[in-house]
């Protein structure tokens, strides 16, 4: 089975008249879903997409959003997700990278113009847009664009340490053996209701659109403006009666922080999977007091590789301890490695995974491929393998203990960030000497530490035009302008002393 197939698999299982997806605005039943996939793709092959073209995807959150993905797989296409709320100037840069013909998109005709204009995008499709009269609106042709196995599905673009945007690409085989693994690990069923929290450029969300009808199961998809507000949040998932929640920790923090939990029946609640970051133990015993009758899930795996181990918990965790991320699941080998040898039993080592979900590479990056995936390892022998760039340790029980990174990527509610990427889009700002991007003591935002002290408006236009550079995960919460940073004897700053500056002065308020 393709990627493309699955809308028609997903009306099989369930049936015509049940609901397939939702967005608190929207539902449509299988029937309606696919009728509306079906248009959708005829309507790229008419505007002259052809198999293995891609067709980027620019839509906040909603039932449209979801159409768009599966109408493009549907066509052959390969789908390339764009950041809703990231500035015109970075998605130019994926979109200059990724080179599709097509865009779909609803946005403001002047953000369009800004985000194609020069580009290989020829056509901009509107997915709400009433089918064409006359034949072709009734003659979609094919019911799916057949393609390899090995094809290339869909484009992830993550930040990348020199700032230029990296694309992760993954094939229909790949995404089709996450699906599959991820329905039998979790016992996905046509009668299981799935909370879409993560936004398309975000890797998790591959569980609600490919899991999801390959089990027949719905998706209640949570619009972006719902995600701001905690209360709004809970009410949807309750009255929608969600089964399974897959979300960065985040997210679960701000239901329980505020109380909502217990203000609301989530007796179909049957299954929470987090991942992306740390889940503090006292915190997530708070979750699953709120939730006693739930099964919660410490899932990991980089986007490059889909999941790749998972950790149940049927009970909160009794200490302090870091929660384990487990072991692989049963689809993929996971070995640690440390001075280009095995560790056998327990010890500590970069994580590598070989998996039938791996992506097949980065994107016109065949070096980053060359350095991240390992394809005849002298100790782990002949296949494909992936560098993680985590550290972890093996436990007497064998149980793997994520430890931190290797390099100087980080995670901010899920998503990775080069420190490299940020720092870099500062020094290249008017004004700026020097830069030391770090994470603030909560771990829930960057704080971008500068040198020389600037005024207010001028750290304002810093950081406008740093927006304009960056994905806006990825942009500083905060800005702390200092006479001088911290450097090393060869003259870099030194992040870790900047660090250390910056713990020493956390009660000064920021520059902005």
Known sequence: MRLGDLVDHGLAIAGADAVAIGDGRVRLTWSEYRERVSQLAAQLRRA???????????????????????????????????DWFASAEFLRGVVDDAEPVALVSRA??????????????????????????????????????????????????????????????????????????????YGLTHTDRLANIAPLQFDQSTFELYAAPLAGASVLVVPDGVMKFPASLAKLVADDQVSVWYSVPYALRQLVERGLTGELQLSELRWILYGGEVYPPEELRALMRAVPSTRVSNVYGPAEVNQCTFHHLDEPPTSDSPVPIGRAWSGADVELVADDRRIDGVG???????????????????????????????????????RTGDLAERRDDGELVFLGRVDNQIKVRGYRIELEAVEAAFIDAT?????????????????????????????AELRTAVRRRLPNHAVPGRIVA??????????????????????????????Q
């Open 48 to 82: 002259g997409v052809a198999p293995g073209d891609r067709v980027a995807v620019h839509l906040p959150k909603s039932v449209d959003s979801f159409v768009s993905v599966h109408a493009i797989l549907r066509a052959g296409a390969v789908m390339v997700p764009l």
């Open 482 to 511: 200092v006479e001088r940073l911290p450097r090393t004897s060869t003259g870099k700053v030194d992040r870790g002393a900047a660090r250390r500056l910056l713990a020493e002065q956390h009660g000064i308020p920021p520059t």
């Open 348 to 386: 500590v080592g970069e994580l590598w995974v070989a998996s039938d979900t791996m992506m097949d590479r980065y994107w016109r990056g065949p070096d980053l491929t060359e350095q991240a995936v390992v394809t005849d390892h002298r100790v782990l022998g002949p296949g494909r393998w992936y």
């Open 431 to 459: 004004g700026v000497d020097g830069c030391a991007a770090v994470v603030d003591t909560d771990g829930e935002q960057i704080v971008a530490m500068i040198d020389p002290v600037l005024d207010s408006d001028a750290v």
């Open 108 to 185: 403001r005709p002047n953000v369009i113009d800004e985000i194609v204009s020069g580009s290989t995008v020829g056509v901009v499709v509107d997915p709400t847009a009433e089918p064409d009269a006359g034949g072709p609106a009734v003659d979609r042709g094919p019911a799916v664009v057949p393609v390899e196995r090995d094809a290339p599905a869909y484009i992830i673009y993550t930040s990348g340490s020199t700032g230029r945007p990296k694309g992760i690409v993954h094939t229909h085989h790949s995404a089709m053996a996450y699906a599959e693994l991820a329905v039998e690990t």
